[in-house]
């Protein structure tokens, strides 16, 4: 499992509901959209993970799904991945991908769909929407796909990152096919943090990168 690319791109809190694993955009049938011509059974080998890591609690920072409507091949993959999680509590802070999931959703009891979720004064929602009025200490986020360019040898290569900035961490796409957003540019897609200076970026190994100084929305 330490081998598995979904370790790096999650991460497990110790909560009052237990271990809780979390993790943001998945983008299930990502495929054709991205301009993939084969099944990369991605949603079943993310199940696997799930299952293989045995958290107590699932929290998906949103984009479940990548189309934005329900077609019965979306519909499909849906089904066949919440089948083999069903046997855990999930949430899913709902995205701007996530139009109509309620319809697949419905038919699993353990599911629960949420604008946003607090937890022992922990926030979690997507992060495409205006901040919640609630009080929270620290909040966890996706979204923008946070990713940042290194310079590794004699080339520059984009990197996933966790991001932080204040009190607010972004997670990165757990999906291990679709590439990061700059968090330069990406950043003035969430709407509470678009005036942001700087932050810090994180490799999923822990690994500190350092203060990135962000373009400001104009």
Wanted: glycine share 8%; charged share 30%; aromatic share 10%.
């Amino acid at each position: 499992m330490k081998d598995s690319p979904y370790e790096a791109l999650s991460l497990e809190l110790k909560t009052s509901s237990g271990r809780t694993l979390v993790f943001a955009d998945p983008h299930i049938a990502f495929e054709l959209s991205r301009g993939l011509r084969v099944r990369t059974k991605f949603e079943k080998s993310l199940a696997e993970f799930i299952k293989e890591k045995d958290p107590n609690l699932v929290i998906i920072l949103g984009d479940v799904k990548e189309p934005l409507g329900i077609s019965a091949f979306v519909k499909k993959l849906l089904v066949e991945f919440f089948s083999e999680i069903e046997e855990y509590s999930i949430v899913i802070t709902k995205g701007n991908h996530d139009g109509k999931i309620e319809k697949v959703t419905k038919e699993f009891k353990n599911v629960d769909i949420v604008s946003h979720f607090i937890l022992d004064g922990l926030l979690f929602l997507h992060g495409h929407q205006n901040l919640p009025e609630v009080e929270f200490e620290r909040a966890f986020l996706g979204h923008i796909h946070p990713a940042i360019s290194l310079k590794l040898g004699g080339n520059v290569r984009k990197v996933k990152c966790f991001f932080r900035v204040g009190s607010f961490l972004i997670l990165p796409t757990i999906n291990p096919y679709i590439e990061g957003f700059d968090v330069r540019e990406g950043i003035k897609m969430v709407p509470f943090l678009r005036d942001s200076s700087s932050g810090e970026a994180f490799l999923g190994d822990g690994t500190y990168i350092g203060k990135v100084e962000l373009n400001r929305k104009a």
